[in-house]
């Protein structure tokens, strides 16, 4: 695999926070609280809370969600995948195809190049680009609106072609349509328009607007439809999940590897997570409680759902490091803890390491550097409520040589901060998506709401390029 491998997070910033992982619960003797405890104790509550309000704020209320891609790539500044919940806002679809449903009923098809914008459950403006909308009874009166016209569903199928001159085409393919026309603006001093159009099964129109336009062919072949767009999508799935079962053998047998989960292979009843990497053993290999196996980044991939709070994978993690790089994939259903488990040493002794995230989007590794205290590094908010529902890549490497240590989320670097205190790290009995914090009491209940179906820790400091290698090997789609 010539050193590249496979991980993701993504964002920036500097957090001095001590004790993330809080001291073992003592007796009430009069003393002062402790004060690193206090200075977290403001992260999680007070100064919290603020942090949480605004990262609700985020969340302007999904009015879609991306059921389906095919081959999909969108504007750089997207990360979309299946499962995407959708707030209103412009979308550019560069290749491909996918499918959305609205929060209504409706669900379109569309068909790349094409910038559409969603502006309620009820209605889209699509600029470019062809779209095959299908309208269910309860969502009666859904508008596509073009730079030209307004089609407005009256029941139940029809399509509609932006072309890149401005001229508009509606096909019927089921029910009816009432095409209005939109005047173009040297006709907009005109008090007089032509009526709005019907068309009904079997009629199309093309027209510029301004009240000019003749009927065509209807052509519904043209259109993606949704039975089509699945057998699309199931081609480029299979293609991406055998070319990452070839590299996740490449994983497996990787120089650096120590410990590798590819969640493959497993029967449904199994509840023995099998080691994928050079451990030997059935003390290696990570004993399931609670969670159970589901669909994974592919229909034909098997993953592991935490759903429950006692759910988890109780892992063992032998050996010392000066380095170390993580990463997995997991579909996020809920930022329902302040700290959600990626892996957690059972304990918190010198140099155990832990990986979580917060409810406010942020990557958290904390490493505990003595007896007291814990070094804490975050990152901004890297995670956002419109990940909910999609599979997502993270990745953290604690690089001892380079004394930094990086968040990555998608392949890509969101944080970078020195090392303040150097320890050799450790991890033992650990658990995935869990924490069993027997000596603590503050946020003890930290299970992960969601989906893993693959885990890797590396003995080296992976660069960017080879984290970006990990996620883009392992990504869904496009």
Request: glycine fraction near 8%; charge should be negative; include cysteine.
């Amino acid at each position: 695999m010539a050193g590249t491998v496979a991980a993701s997070v993504v964002m920036v910033a500097r957090f001095d926070t001590p004790l993330v992982d809080e001291p073992p619960v003592t007796k009430n003797t009069g003393e002062k609280p402790d004060s690193e405890l206090a200075q977290y104790q403001r992260e999680a509550g007070a100064s919290g809370d603020a942090a949480r309000r605004e990262f609700q704020r985020m969340d302007k209320g999904a009015i879609a969600v991306l059921s389906r891609v095919a081959d999909a790539s969108w504007s750089s500044s997207m990360r979309l995948g299946p499962g995407a919940r959708l707030t209103a806002g412009r979308f550019v679809l560069e290749s491909g195809a996918v499918q959305m449903e609205f929060l209504s009923g409706a669900n379109l098809v569309i068909e790349a190049p094409a910038d559409i914008e969603l502006i309620s459950t009820m209605s889209v403006f699509c600029r470019h680009g062809k779209v095959r909308a299908r309208v269910p009874s309860q969502a009666h009166g859904f508008t596509i609106e073009t730079p030209t016209h307004r089609a407005i569903d009256l029941g139940t199928e029809f399509a509609v072609d932006v072309g890149g001159k401005g001229s508009t085409e509606v096909h019927v393919v089921e029910g009816e349509v009432k095409l209005q026309d939109k005047p173009r603006a040297a006709d907009k001093l005109r008090t007089a328009n032509k009526a709005d159009r019907q068309l009904l099964l079997g009629d199309a129109f093309r027209g510029q607007g301004g009240g000019q336009g003749a009927s065509i062919k209807v052509d519904a072949a043209r259109f993606i439809d949704a039975e089509r767009l699945i057998q699309l999508s199931e081609q480029d799935a299979l293609v991406r999940y055998m070319k990452w079962r070839e590299w996740s053998r490449q994983i497996a047998a990787h120089p650096d590897i120590v410990t590798y989960f590819a969640f493959e292979d497993h029967s449904r009843s199994e509840r023995i997570l099998r080691q994928d990497g050079p451990l030997e053993g059935d003390s290696y290999a990570g004993a399931i409680v609670g969670c159970r196996w589901i669909e994974g980044r592919w229909s034909m991939k098997q993953a592991l759902e935490f759903k429950g709070v006692e759910d988890r994978v109780r892992v063992n993690i032998p050996g010392e490091y000066r380095s170390i790089s993580l990463a997995c994939w997991i579909r996020i259903e809920g930022f329902d803890r302040f700290l959600s488990s990626l892996l957690l040493p059972e304990g918190h002794d010198l140099g155990e390491v832990h990986w979580q995230f917060t409810d406010t989007g942020k990557l958290l590794l904390g490493v505990k550097t003595d007896s007291e205290h814990s070094q804490d590094y975050f990152s901004d908010v890297a995670l956002r409520p419109t990940d909910v529902g999609r599979w997502v890549h993270l990745a953290c490497v604690y690089n001892q040589d380079a004394g930094s240590v990086s968040h990555y989320v998608d392949g890509q670097r969101v944080s970078t901060e020195a090392i303040r205190k150097h320890v050799t790290l450790r991890f033992g009995a650990s658990e995935l998506g869990n924490w069993v914090p027997e000596a603590y009491q503050h946020h003890r209940v930290r299970n992960l709401n969601g989906r893993m179906d693959e885990f890797a820790l590396f003995k080296k400091a992976l660069s960017d390029e080879e984290i970006r290698t990990l996620f883009e090997a392992g990504k869904p789609s496009s």
